[in-house]
């Protein structure tokens, strides 16, 4: 709440009033999770330099992700929680601009960044300007021009395990047989990551096996770097 006032003529003092702020106002008062981007490069060794790429944009199967935080199963043999799953990184050389549709890299890189990295994690806790720092070092094998960068919670960018959907729904779908594991109390199975499929176009986020498919990791940012 605002507290604003005004003088009175006449010597008859102030009037003070509190002003309650819009919902605008009212958001901007509070944290956002956000991301950053920055990139240190090396060449054979030596140090050449750091840039700067600015905000991450978090995907819209990034923000389903976490709404369904609470959901996720909490096992004591595997862990499951979206953040301490979220540590891998991968580079690629698409072009277009981000957005919020991309859950995966538009075109990976074949120079060594197809390989997601696992990132050292680190939370810092400082009052409201809290956060969780993830470095990794991508080491390439080649020259390629590095456009674009996804946070992602698995080490495989892709799978095709499974047979072609013999089903689907607004909920969920099936393959023929059980090629996956299902989830349970001590096993994450296919929690927290991406089918796709292309016989009848469908993308969803896969909150509990069975949901037999063909799955990626949840890509939570995608960033172009160029």
Known sequence: ??????????????VFAGIEPSDGEAVAARGFFTGHLKARYFRRGRYEGEVDLGSGLVTNIGVLALANDMNWAAPSGAAINLFKLLKFHATGTGATAAATTDYKLQTVSTQGGQTPIAGTQVFTPADNL?????????AYTGTEAVTEWGFFNNGTLSATTGSPFTATSATGGTVTGTPYTASSGT???????????????????????????????????????G
């Not at 809290?130 to 991508?138: E, L």
């Not at 499929?197 to 969803?204: A, E, F, Q, S």
């Open 1 to 14: 709440m605002k507290l604003v006032s005004a003088k009175l003529p006449f010597r008859l003092g102030r």
């Open 130 to 138: 809290q956060k969780i720092v993830s470095v990794a070092t991508i």
């Open 187 to 225: 096993v994450q199975g296919e929690e927290q990551f991406v089918v796709e499929t292309t016989t009848t176009p469908r993308i969803g986020l896969i909150t509990a096996t069975p949901a037999r498919s063909s799955p990626s990791p949840t890509g939570w940012w995608r960033r172009p770097t």
